[in-house]
C-alpha cells in the first residue's frame, strides 16, 4: 500500500466545498425556477410544456439531493480518515480514504447525468421552433449553422 498522511485527504477539502457550492447553487436556481413554472401552471399557460419541464426539472432535483449526499459523504470520509491517521490506524486510514474517493466520483457520476437532463430541458422550451431542430452539431459548429 502506498503511504498517506494527514495532508493526503486534506487535499480533497477545497475540491469537495467547491463542488457543494457548485451543487448548491444549481439547486437554487432550480428551485427559483420551479416556483416560476408553479405559478404560470396555476394561470393556464401552456400546461403541457410546463408539466414536462416540471417532471424534468423533479428528476433533476433528485438527482442533486444525491450528489450533494455523495459530495458530504465524501467530505466526512475525508475527515474521519484525517482521525484514523492522527490516531496511527493506517489500514482503517486507507479504506476509508477509498470510500471517500468512491462516494466523491459518484457524485460527479451524478453531475454529469444531471448536466445531460439539463440539456434535455431546455430541449423541451425550444422543440416547438421548427427551425432549431433542422441542424447538428456538425452544420452548427462547421458549416456555420447559426447563420442560417
Same mark, same amino acid.
Given at each position: 500500500?502506498?503511504?498517506?498522511?494527514? +495532508?493526503?485527504?486534506?487535499?480533497?477539502?477545497?475540491?469537495?466545498?467547491?463542488?457543494?457550492?457548485?451543487?448548491?447553487?444549481?439547486?437554487?436556481?432550480?428551485?427559483?425556477?420551479? !416556483?416560476?413554472?408553479?405559478?404560470?401552471? +396555476?394561470?393556464?399557460?401552456? !400546461?403541457?410544456?410546463? #408539466?414536462?419541464?416540471?417532471?424534468? %426539472?423533479? @428528476?433533476? %432535483?433528485?438527482?442533486?439531493?444525491?450528489?450533494?449526499?455523495?459530495? #458530504?459523504?465524501?467530505?466526512?470520509?475525508?475527515?474521519?480518515?484525517?482521525?484514523?491517521?492522527?490516531?496511527?490506524?493506517?489500514?482503517?486510514?486507507?479504506?476509508?480514504?477509498? @470510500?471517500?474517493?468512491?462516494?466523491? %466520483?459518484?457524485?460527479? #457520476?451524478?453531475? %454529469?447525468?444531471?448536466?445531460?437532463?439539463?440539456?434535455?430541458?431546455?430541449?423541451?422550451?425550444?422543440?416547438?421552433?421548427?427551425?432549431?431542430? @433542422?441542424?447538428?452539431?456538425?452544420?452548427?459548429?462547421? #458549416?456555420?449553422?447559426?447563420?442560417?
Amino acid at each position: 500500500m502506498f503511504e498517506i498522511n494527514i +495532508n493526503t485527504p486534506a487535499l480533497l477539502f477545497p475540491a469537495i466545498t467547491l463542488l457543494m457550492l457548485a451543487y448548491t447553487n444549481r439547486f437554487l436556481s432550480l428551485a427559483s425556477l420551479v !416556483r416560476k413554472l408553479h405559478s404560470d401552471y +396555476n394561470r393556464e399557460e401552456n !400546461r403541457k410544456t410546463i #408539466v414536462q419541464q416540471l417532471k424534468n %426539472l423533479k @428528476a433533476r %432535483l433528485n438527482l442533486i439531493r444525491y450528489m450533494q449526499a455523495f459530495g #458530504v459523504l465524501s467530505f466526512l470520509c475525508c475527515v474521519l480518515c484525517m482521525y484514523t491517521i492522527y490516531r496511527n490506524w493506517m489500514l482503517a486510514a486507507h479504506w476509508i480514504f477509498a @470510500a471517500s474517493l468512491l462516494f466523491l %466520483l459518484a457524485s460527479i #457520476v451524478l453531475s %454529469l447525468l444531471e448536466i445531460q437532463k439539463s440539456t434535455k430541458a431546455i430541449e423541451i422550451i425550444l422543440k416547438d421552433i421548427e427551425e432549431l431542430n @433542422a441542424g447538428n452539431i456538425f452544420t452548427d459548429i462547421f #458549416v456555420g449553422g447559426e447563420n442560417k
